[in-house]
């Protein structure tokens, strides 16, 4: 009908409602063993401004990163509220529930096995039939 939008977002859109950091995060909470490079692939930025957001986070105390073996291994603080004034009465995990699905924020013990299967060639799988490789954003992520 004329006047109506349409509720699939148009091709070739070059903005998101998530930010760059919010996409990290989101990747972190799904695999807290992932691969800086392999954040930036699926969020389609560099490997440098993935790590910029890392320290970001980190300094504003949602994530705590530490080493495992040859890796790091990121720890998200799900209770620190979203930075927004417009959203600040909610804690990040109700952006991670939202939009992982509920109960789907890794928090395993440490020495478990990460959360993302990684093929051999080093690609983090996040399956999701709804989103194609060729979707733009957020590639396979959920």
């Given at each position: 009908m004329?006047?109506?939008?349409?509720?699939r977002p148009s091709e070739g859109v070059a903005w998101t409602f998530l930010s760059n950091h919010g996409h990290v995060l989101l990747c972190i909470a799904q695999a807290p063993e992932i691969r800086?490079?392999?954040?930036?692939?699926?969020?389609?930025?560099?490997?440098r401004a993935v790590q910029r957001i890392v320290a970001d986070l980190e300094q504003e105390?949602?994530?705590?990163?530490?080493?495992?073996?040859?890796?790091?291994?990121?720890?998200?603080?799900?209770?620190?509220?979203l930075r927004h004034p417009v959203e600040?009465?909610?804690?990040?995990?109700a952006l991670?529930?939202?939009?992982?699905g509920p109960g789907q924020l890794r928090e395993?013990?440490?020495?478990s096995?990460?959360?993302?299967?990684f093929e051999a060639d080093g690609?983090?799988?996040?399956?999701?039939?709804?989103?194609?490789?060729?979707?733009?954003?957020?590639?396979?992520?959920?």
């Open positions: 004329a006047g109506e939008e349409s509720a800086l490079r392999d954040v930036a692939t699926q969020v389609g930025i560099t490997e105390g949602y994530l705590t990163r530490a080493r495992s073996g040859r890796r790091n291994r990121y720890e998200l603080h799900p209770e620190r509220p600040a009465h909610r804690q990040i995990r991670i529930d939202l939009v992982l395993e013990q440490p020495g096995m990460p959360a993302a299967v690609a983090a799988d996040f399956p999701n039939p709804g989103v194609s490789e060729d979707s733009p954003g957020m590639g396979r992520l959920p």
